[in-house]
């Protein structure tokens, strides 16, 4: 099932690099959702998109920024790329009805060294 | 505070016994529950959630709103069970809260 696509599935880069995140999906959803995973930490919402004029910080913003090119592409960027961002990326995205659950893409390990 | 807690990092149980993932939850209006499965080197992936109260993979989940829980259970554990379970809280319409997560192995 690749209705939510993320590329690259791996990035090692260096600390201070600028990188880009690119997530698309062809689930005709309007809202999408940028996550880092952490061991024992969870998921935690980076930012969100309910479309593309309406983008909204997440828990833990800082050091991100995002671009919504589209209905069906949601990019996020790292602009001075630091170890600590170190993690596995997850784009997401829903339907605008009540309850709705999410849908995962396969991730993005980024590495920073 | 909305939060999701799940206290178990890792459960280990053996092939065949029955299995019990806890998932309490703090939130003031009426919470919808979600379940989901990671997989090895997979996405996450929806498992259940409450309001449909169905069964997926011989597991279920009932909520329980006096003890605030939203346990997954499943009587009879298989090898390939094995994965990263997360519960999640949908706050409002559109934010989801997720736990750390309960890494359940499956031990032959």
């Known amino acids: 099932d690749a209705d939510v696509t993320q590329t690259p599935r791996n990035r090692i880069t260096k600390t201070g690099k600028r990188i880009m995140l690119e997530c698309s999906q062809t689930k005709g959803h309007d809202r999408m959702y940028w996550y880092r995973q952490d061991p024992g930490l969870g998921l935690r919402l980076i930012y969100y998109?309910?479309?593309?004029?309406?983008?909204n910080k997440g828990e833990i913003s800082d050091g991100y920024s995002v671009s919504r090119q589209a209905q069906a592409k949601f990019s996020l960027s790292l602009e001075s790329a630091i170890p600590n961002q170190t993690a596995l990326y997850f784009c997401?995205?829903?339907?605008?009805?009540?309850?709705?659950?999410?849908?995962f893409g396969d991730g993005t390990r980024l590495s920073i060294l | 505070a909305q939060r999701v807690t799940q206290p178990e990092k890792l459960l280990s149980v053996f092939k065949g016994a029955p299995v019990e993932l806890k998932c309490n939850y703090s939130?003031?209006?009426?919470?919808?529950l979600f379940w989901y499965v990671q997989y090895s080197r997979q996405r996450l992936q929806l498992l259940l959630r409450?309001?449909s109260r169905e069964s997926i993979k011989g597991f279920t989940a009932d909520l329980n709103k006096g003890e605030t829980s939203f346990h997954l259970k499943k009587p009879f554990a298989q090898e390939e069970d094995s994965a990263m379970y997360y519960c999640a809280l949908l706050s409002g319409t559109y934010k989801y809260i997720f736990g750390t997560g309960t890494r359940l192995k499956v031990l032959a």
């Open positions: 997401a995205t829903s339907g605008g009805q009540a309850g709705q659950p999410q849908h």
């Open positions: 998109s309910f479309d593309v004029k309406d983008i």
């Open positions: 409450h309001i």
């Open positions: 939130y003031s209006g009426s919470p919808e």
